[in-house]
């Protein structure tokens, strides 16, 4: 199965015109004919089947047929990670966590990150790709950047992580994650967390764990905290 990403979809919906660009990549690329079926997703979890009406290389068209709604995990997942000193690095994070199954990210900028912007649209875009390959029908939310501080001090429902290198106490995640819950882990940037944020952190209610034997990478340690949860939830 292909599948296509539509957010403006709803369970209305009768007719859906596709962009320009994803009408030349079903006529051109695809060589779709009237008449064939395409699955698409609106990134809400609803899942709609629809029949080509039109093929044109500027709009492909489509009747749509049926919409289910896909069943959400037991869990929620939301890392807030700090962006790398290597934009691709912080992609491929993206990419994966999408396909692994994520629901939040926020790009988290410390006292020790290099990279202190982002570009959220082409960040964005690469979350919407994984999401298609992946054909998952829950687009992860992403977040504007924000400061240690400013996202310390929000009030979070979840089960509170922050995973950093230090010598400190620090405690295995996956033997102190509650399965069927909502998760947020912190992962810092290239430097690690400093003393300062993980104090704080801690006082917030987070709680210090490891994620391996081994020193990782930002990106690495993000994908190892989700599979982690997964792991832990399936």
Known sequence: MQLFFAPDLDKNSKIYDFSKDESKHIARVLRKKEGDILYITNGKGYLFEGKLTNIDQKKCSVELISSRLQPKKRYRLHMA???????ERYEW???KSTEIGIDEITPLICDHSER????????ERIIQTALKQSLNCYLPQLNEAIGFRDFIDKKQKAQLFIA???EDERYDLKRHIMPDKEVLILIGPEGDFSDEEIQLAIQAGYYPVSLSDNRLRTETAAIVACHIVSMINN
Do not use: G, Q, S, Y
């Open 116 to 123: 202190k912007k982002i570009k959220n649209d082409r960040f």
């Open 81 to 87: 990670v700090a962006p790398t000193k290597m934009n």
């Open 164 to 166: 950093h290198c230090k």
């Open 93 to 95: 994070f993206l990419e």
